[in-house]
């Protein structure tokens, strides 16, 4: 168990919706990372926030966006969604904002189109 | 861009040989090197990884080799066994701002 969780594990929706999953870190860090991670792809990278502001971004949709709270729960909103969004989305947390930091993986959320 | 190349895609070993897994950075400034292991349906989990002042570091079974002239940085499994099979991920990080990059991953088999 890494410390950081997911919520939910599981989401199964339709086209043009709204999601939002959730992260946590563990205890004590302050930059949460989103990552995509489609069927037999490699991890994409989404977005970086520290201590409650983005930090960098990666290959992020429009459609997509993402905050981090002053508890440093984030979340990452998916909207008009389509079969293609399906994926696995992993948040990872790492102690301060520098890339070379270990960032430590989620258990993932698992987002199913229909 | 900043790329990372790993190889192979798919590697098959039997039980007890040694794996290796190949990984090839393009931005010189890199200087932190994780492995992640990932099982189906499951989350990367950190293996082991090597910062750009060592040239080689092993925990277990497993070590890392680093050559940065070439700009190429190795895992190594020995003696392998079948809850090695997963697939694996290189990544290359450098400093002064977020920027981890990961490699495609290989997806290891070991038979037993």
């Known amino acids: 168990d890494s410390g950081v969780t997911q919520t939910p594990k599981h989401l199964i929706t339709a086209t043009g919706q709204r999601v939002t999953l959730r992260c946590s870190p563990r205890s004590g860090d302050l930059s949460v990372y989103w990552y995509q991670q489609s069927l037999d792809q490699g991890l994409q990278f989404l977005i970086q926030?520290?201590?409650?502001?983005?930090?960098a971004k990666g290959n992020i949709l429009e459609r997509f966006s993402a905050q981090q709270f002053p508890d440093l729960h984030s979340e990452l909103n998916l909207s008009s969604l389509e079969l293609g969004d399906s994926a696995l989305y992993f948040c990872?947390?790492?102690?301060?904002?520098?890339?070379?930091?270990?960032?430590?993986f989620g258990p993932g959320t698992r987002l199913t189109v229909l | 861009g900043e790329n990372v190349e790993q190889h192979p895609s798919t590697l098959s070993v039997q039980e007890g040989d040694s794996a290796v897994i190949k990984c090839t950075y393009s931005?010189?400034?890199?200087?932190?090197f994780p492995w992640y292991k990932q099982e189906l349906g499951k989350r990367p989990q950190l293996i082991i990884d090597?910062?750009?002042?060592?040239g080689e570091k092993k925990d277990q079974r497993i070590a890392v080799t680093l050559n940065k002239t070439a700009k190429h940085f190795s895992l190594h499994i020995t003696e392998t066994q079948p809850e090695d099979s997963a697939v694996y991920f290189c990544?290359?990080?450098?400093?002064?701002?977020?920027?981890?990059?990961f490699g495609a991953g290989t997806r290891l088999f070991v038979k037993a």
């Open positions: 931005d010189s400034a890199s200087n932190y």
């Open positions: 926030y520290y201590n409650g502001e983005e930090r």
């Open positions: 990544a290359a990080s450098y400093p002064g701002g977020f920027k981890t990059i």
């Open positions: 990872a947390s790492s102690v301060a904002w520098e890339g070379t930091d270990t960032q430590y």
């Open positions: 090597i910062r750009s002042n060592v």
